[in-house]
């Protein structure tokens, strides 16, 4: 099986502070990580070539400290890894995002792709399913359960809002992960060993064959128009005295929001 | 102006007939033909590794991507079951704004359910519904719905087209819109036109709502958007306005995925968090499974849902449909009860945006309590069973 892991590294949003003055995040000294979705999608890939046999390529499209992230994925047990990177990148939306990955998970070939649900910088969601469709593939969102897989069928359950779905496909397939489908493994020694040794392979937009109408700026039909903060709450009250004034309180307030 | 194969190309590897919406591309001696159902969207050349497929124009040249051939506003209407989910009502209100603004008609696409929920949705306030009747769309299935939206967006092109932010509009809108070759901003709180532009002003949260972006698609056409599901108001409902109903016929719509099975899955109450009007959340601060009793009445009495931080399901108390925030689901009811929960921003993320967060917190310094509307210090197992009790009394039960 040949199985390819998209991941995305990210700012850590614990310590993303904003500007107060341009509303803008502020970015320097926030510590990149992987998307913490994406280490699902790892230990998936991870889990699958156990089953069948074959190859974890785990790619990212980003700037260069993108790297970082790829070494952690080998660390966790990936076989190889290829960082998609060109200054003709930056600026690219989830459209452009998508277009890039599929370029290159062509030029790798798969029979699995496996990405994280949604990353947490811009929670879109979106590159997973516009990637799958840019491959002529089919996709499956929110996998919470791998319940059989061989050399030509997997079956997998699909969260939805009241339940959850069984689906089959065939090979290729795309899917995109959740937390509640497994414990992504920490590096072992021999992984860190193997991360700090291993070559990462790096391809530009001409490596991929992407045309330059498509990426980027260029490439993207949505633009950020502006950023701002939204209104801080100013509302906050604290109900004091015993536990039952506290509770009347609440209870006045509720009839006054005509919640009750 | 048409769709021509370059024989000579052509090696028949068939990317065009699996890309083309139409079902338009037939092999035929190992080379692709082009028949009568095409529509001319040029899918296929962008496509077709080999560049063996291109545009014939005879006589004038027509620009293919011309924004002001787009017209109309667009909703998807989600259903279920059968019944058509409250946040389509909710897109027909923002819809009928948008469309009012752009002095325009107001369409919904109804894939499955009923002649009657499609009457419905013109009392809710469109003028044309494009139902697709068949059984095939009574369980979601991303492919399917992809293909016929995207044959129906390429031969109507409205200008907008919005779907509900929920776990089916975020599965399949993306592939429409990656089809389509437009852009598409996921999980907008806000929608307006740009008086000067006419473009669709999308306001979303980024960083977990620590950031708010406006994002625009001046250049392509329709501007895509799926909407938060309880964020817009529900359209007036006339129960004699008029409208159109078109019937679209769907043939050839195949599907390499196949729901097997459609599990529903309740742990004895309403649990669809992102459609609640109120969430009862608990945390590690409950101590014990059985604390999310405590929880669970509570939100029954509310008519709301349960919800949790990550450390009760962690725990295994409950689980992991209930949480809420990073790596749970993002909710913005209009109360949110936070009991026994710190506030990590990993949490917070996901639900500060609530029109009220009650918190209700042993430590005066859980940093849940900045983002409160009303704070409660004191013990849940003291503080629940009089809310409890006030609030039964209140019903009169
Ligand atoms: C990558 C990543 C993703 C994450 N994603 C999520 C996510 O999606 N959702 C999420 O919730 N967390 C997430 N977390 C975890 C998050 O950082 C916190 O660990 C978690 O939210 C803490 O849950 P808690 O508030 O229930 O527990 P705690 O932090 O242990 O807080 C318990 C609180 O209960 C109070 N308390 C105790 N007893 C009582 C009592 N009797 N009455 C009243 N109050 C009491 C305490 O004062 C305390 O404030 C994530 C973490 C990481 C690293
Ligand atoms: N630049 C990128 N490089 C690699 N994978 C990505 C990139 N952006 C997004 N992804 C993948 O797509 C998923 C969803 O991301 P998003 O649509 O941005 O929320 C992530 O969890 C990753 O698996």
Redo the contacts with the bound molecule.
């Keep these: 099986m040949r199985i390819i892991v ?3 590294q990210v700012p850590d949003t614990a310590e993303v502070r904003i500007n107060p003055e341009t509303g803008t995040l502020i970015r320097e000294g926030v510590p990149g990580i992987i ?1 913490p ?2 280490l699902h ?1 790892i230990e998936a890939g991870l889990y699958i070539k156990e089953k069948t046999g074959g190859k974890v390529t785990v ?4 700037p260069p400290q993108a790297e970082s992230a790829l070494r952690d994925a080998i660390a966790m047990g990936a076989d190889e890894a290829v960082l998609i990177s060109d200054k003709a990148f930056a600026g690219s939306d ?1 459209w452009a ?1 998508a277009y890039a ?1 599929s370029m290159a998970i062509k030029k790798i070939g798969a029979d699995i792709i496996i ?5 947490i910088d ?7 399913p516009e990637t799958a469709e840019f491959l002529n593939i089919p996709h499956i969102s929110y996998v919470r359960k791998i319940e059989h897989i061989d050399k030509d069928t997997i079956r997998v359950q699909r969260l939805m809002d009241e339940g959850y779905d069984v689906i089959e496909s065939p090979f290729p397939v795309l899917f ?1 992960v959740i937390k509640e489908l497994n414990e992504p493994r920490l590096p072992s020694l021999k992984g860190k060993m193997a991360a700090k040794k291993a070559v990462i392979q790096k391809w530009n937009a001409a490596d991929i064959g992407a045309s330059e109408d498509n990426i980027g700026i260029k490439g993207s039909p949505t633009r950020v128009k502006n950023v701002f903060t939204p209104q801080a709450r100013t509302d906050r009250k604290m109900l004091e005295g015993t536990p039952e004034q506290q509770v009347e309180a609440l209870i006045q307030e509720l009839r006054g929001l005509k919640c009750l | 102006m048409s769709v021509k194969v370059n024989i000579e190309k052509c090696n028949g590897c068939e990317e065009c007939i699996k890309s083309c919406p139409f079902d338009a591309i037939e092999l035929k001696e190992g080379k692709a033909f082009i028949n009568e159902y095409c529509q001319m969207c040029m899918t296929c050349l962008s496509v077709c590794p080999e560049g063996a497929i291109y545009e014939e124009t005879e006589g004038k040249q027509t620009k293919n991507q011309q924004t002001s051939e787009y017209k109309g506003v667009w909703i998807f209407a989600e259903q279920r079951d059968g019944k058509v989910a409250q946040v389509a009502y909710e897109l027909l209100g923002i819809g009928r704004t948008l469309a009012n603004d752009l002095n325009t008609e107001l369409s919904a696409v109804l894939l499955g359910a009923s002649e009657n929920e499609a009457q419905e949705l013109i009392k809710w306030g469109a003028d044309k519904i494009y139902h697709v009747k068949s059984d095939i769309f009574n369980t979601f299935n991303d492919e399917p719905y992809s293909k016929i939206l995207i044959r129906l967006i390429l031969m109507h092109k409205p200008e907008i087209f919005l779907s509900g932010a929920t776990p089916i509009g975020r599965s399949f809108i993306p592939r429409v819109a990656a089809r389509i070759k437009t852009g598409l901003t996921a999980d907008c709180t806000s929608l307006k036109i740009d008086k000067e532009t006419g473009n669709l002003l999308q306001i979303r949260p980024a960083f977990g709502g620590n950031i708010m972006a406006t994002i625009i698609c001046p250049d392509k056409r329709p501007q895509m958007a799926t909407v938060r599901p309880r964020v817009m108001k529900p359209g007036n409902y006339d129960s004699n306005r008029k409208g159109e109903i078109i019937n679209v016929p769907c043939d050839n719509l195949s599907s390499r995925t196949k729901v097997i099975e459609t599990v529903k899955e309740s742990s004895g109450c309403f649990v669809n968090l992102q459609e609640a009007d109120i969430i009862v959340s608990g945390g590690r601060g409950l101590g014990d499974p059985k604390g999310f009793k405590l929880i669970q009445e509570l939100a029954e009495l509310l008519g709301g849902a349960v919800g949790s931080s990550r450390a009760a399901v962690d725990e295994g108390w409950i689980p992991y449909r209930h949480q809420v925030g990073q790596t749970g689901k993002t909710v913005c009811p209009k109360i949110y009860i936070a009991c026994g929960i710190s506030g990590a921003v990993q949490h917070l993320v996901g639900m500060q945006s609530s029109d009220i967060i009650i918190a209700i917190n042993k430590n005066p310094d859980a940093p849940i309590f900045n983002v409160a509307s009303y704070g409660i210090v004191g013990d849940l197992y003291e503080i629940l069973p009089l809310l409890i009790k006030k609030i039964k009394e209140e019903k009169g039960i």
């Design positions: 998209c991941i995305k998307n979705l994406d999608a790619i990212s499209m980003g989830t995002t990955l990405c994280g649900k949604q990353a811009g929670d879109t969601a979106q590159v997973g995109t």
